[in-house]
């Protein structure tokens, strides 16, 4: 079985601070992560995916996170953040040889002046 | 273009209407999903299509019938809904399962708001 855990619901930061949206899983067998971002209305995008190769993936619109087995972690990561940044962020992961991505419940990142 | 078209994009309808959401991916994938996202809950999957079979119901109730004519369309036919059926509806696709699966993840369209009054 696989699972995703988001920490924080809602993440507030200022315009130009970091943005850190943390994400541990659960699997088995050596997973495929994935962030998707949702603006209000929208379906999700796919920020980036980590497929077993570098553990550090760089994704769309400046963010990038990190494989971190040992710690079985999936932490997203912005140095700067920016007003066009706030949106819904969700973390999924896929294990195993279905189809099945299984999603986190997702962070409500916030930006303020 | 996000390579998965849902329309309409706003639908309400009635308690007693029928209606049908529909979704097409023009990306070669051969797997696609039904979602639900209501306001403060986790996105439900609802439906699984691999192949154009169903493979995955998740205990979604009979007013919501799930339709895949084909590997590039996907409907979803609704009657007697009732006002908590309100929510985001949410299309996507993948290439499918077994050792090269779905390592880019899904494509969701843009979703169905319905609302049901």
């Known amino acids: 079985a696989q699972s995703v855990t988001q920490l924080g619901s809602h993440v507030s930061v200022s315009e130009g601070a970091l943005v850190l949206l943390r994400c541990n899983y659960s699997?088995?067998?050596?997973?495929?992560l994935f962030w998707y971002v949702q603006y209000p209305n929208q379906g999700l995008q796919l920020l980036l995916k980590?497929?077993?190769?570098?553990?550090l993936v760089k994704g769309i619109n400046g963010f990038e996170a990190e494989f971190k087995k040992s710690e079985t972690s999936f932490h997203l990561t912005k140095p700067s953040a920016h007003m066009s940044d706030a949106a819904e962020y969700f973390c999924?992961?896929?294990?195993?040889?279905?189809?099945?991505?299984?999603f986190g419940t997702g962070t409500q990142l916030k930006v303020e002046l | 273009e996000t390579g998965v078209t849902q329309t309409p994009r706003h639908l309400v309808m009635g308690m007693t209407n029928k209606k049908s959401l529909k979704c097409e991916q023009h990306l070669g994938h051969n797997a696609m999903y039904w979602y639900k996202q209501s306001a403060k809950k986790p996105l439900e999957l609802m439906f699984v299509y691999s192949l154009e079979e169903r493979v995955e119901n998740n205990s979604v109730p009979s007013r919501f019938s799930p339709e895949c004519p084909n590997s590039s369309h996907l409907f979803l036919h609704l009657h007697t809904l009732q006002p908590e059926d309100s929510a985001l509806y949410l299309c996507a696709s993948s290439q499918g399962s077994g050792t090269g699966g779905p390592r880019n993840g899904y494509t969701f369209g843009s979703g169905t708001r319905l609302t049901v009054v």
């Open positions: 980590y497929t077993s190769a570098a553990t």
């Open positions: 999924a992961v896929r294990a195993g040889g279905g189809n099945k991505l299984t």
């Open positions: 699997s088995s067998v050596p997973p495929y």
